[in-house]
């Protein structure tokens, strides 16, 4: 694949680009490409950038085959289908009217919601899966703070004479 050479205006740019780069891996292509239009061989330059031989052979074909779009959209990964963030867009307003609600008018039988809860409600009401997690985060966004409820009141344990010398 040595066949492999740039203009000199795609040269400067890339040089310019190495510098300035808003993200390392795109600088990191970069500076494949330029190394790969010197003539240095494709093993020597994965080996410096600790990559497979083969990315920088999908690095030059991608640099290539994106002939008509600007030198930054070369270099960048192509947009990837993943799963949607689900509790970002969809979760905060829902439970952001819902805490104003007592839990027992849904008929739980709590007097306070809990992150388990509103999971359970969102799956139960709402068809949305969300982790804890994704529950608490969506708390946090929308400010609110609480305290964890207790299941145990305070009770005097068994020793509590002992403790106060009696």
Known sequence: MNEFTLSGSE????ESFVLHAPSGRESCRAQALLWCDEGEPVQEIADRLQVGRQTIYNWIDRFQQREDAALDARLRDAERSGRPPSALGIVDPILDAL??????????????????LLQ???????????????????LARL?????????????????WRQAKGG
């Open 11 to 14: 040269r400067s740019h890339l």
């Open 120 to 138: 359970q409600y969102l799956r139960e009401r709402h068809g949305i899966e969300v982790s804890r997690k994704s529950v608490n985060r969506a």
């Open 143 to 159: 400010r609110v703070r609480w305290k964890r409820p207790r299941h145990v009141l305070s009770r005097r344990p068994d020793t």
């Open 99 to 116: 805490l104003e609600q007592d839990p027992r008018s849904y008929g739980y039988s709590a007097n306070v919601w809990t992150a388990g």
